[in-house]
Each structure stands twice: as structure tokens, then as C-alpha cells.
């Protein structure tokens, strides 16, 4: 079941405000951004970045994910290895809220997020 329509807009917020505050400063960010998106139950935050060999074409590169489970509350915790798969991180694989998954990648002790 998709998050709903109240706890969307105060993802949204969240979200803008992580994002303001990590950008980069404006003149890099033609050539690094930092952005994030809600599918469904899912927030996945993403670096913006020219392709290598077509510098008119933007990528996304994955930094986390974060799934919230309706039935337990919790938010399940993902990162992305190099074999291009979301994996559970297994330091912390849940956190109750979205507010200590954004101080968990911010943190990124491990450097599992921003490699």
C-alpha cells in the first residue's frame, strides 16, 4: 500500500529541506545536482550528473532508498552496490522515521551512500 496523500506533502517537505541543504553551491550544479523522487512507498534520493561520453544527456546515480512498511511503521534502509542492486543496510536496516533515515545518510559512517 502507497504511502498516503498527508504523509506524501510532509515527505515532500522533508525532502526539499535534505535537498537544499546538501546541494551543491549553484555554479557546480550543472555538473553534479542532487535530487529525489516517491514511487509508491519508496523515497529514493539521487546524484544528477552529465554522461561521460554525452555531456548533454543527464544521469541519475542512485545514493539511497528508503520503504516505509504500513504494517510494522517502520522505513526498511537500501543502498546501492556496484552490481547496480538496492541492498539492505545492514548497519541499520530500519528506522522509525523518515527524519533518522535523512540523519542516517547524512551520517553515512560507513560510506555506503556518498562512496
Known amino acids: 500500500m502507497a504511502?498516503?496523500?498527508?504523509?506524501?506533502?510532509?515527505?515532500?517537505?522533508?525532502m526539499r529541506l535534505y535537498i537544499e541543504q546538501n546541494r551543491p553551491p549553484p555554479h557546480i550544479r550543472k555538473e553534479l545536482d542532487l535530487g529525489y523522487r516517491i514511487k509508491n512507498q519508496s523515497i529514493e534520493i539521487f546524484e544528477i550528473r552529465p554522461r561521460w561520453d554525452n555531456p548533454d544527456q543527464k544521469i541519475e546515480e542512485m545514493v539511497a532508498k528508503t520503504t516505509?512498511?504500513?504494517?510494522?511503521?517502520?522505513w526498511k534502509v537500501y543502498w546501492q552496490r556496484a552490481d547496480m542492486k538496492w541492498h539492505r543496510?545492514?548497519?541499520?536496516?530500519?528506522?522509525d522515521s523518515l527524519e533518522?533515515?535523512?540523519?542516517?545518510?547524512?551520517?553515512?559512517?560507513?560510506?555506503c551512500f556518498y562512496a
Not at 533518522?100 to 560510506?111: G, Q, S
Open 3 to 14: 504511502i498516503s496523500e498527508f504523509e506524501i506533502k510532509r515527505c515532500e517537505k522533508l
Open 68 to 74: 516505509y512498511v504500513k504494517k510494522s511503521g517502520l
Open 89 to 95: 543496510y545492514e548497519p541499520m536496516p530500519e528506522v
Open 100 to 111: 533518522e533515515f535523512i540523519a542516517l545518510i547524512t551520517e553515512d559512517k560507513y560510506c
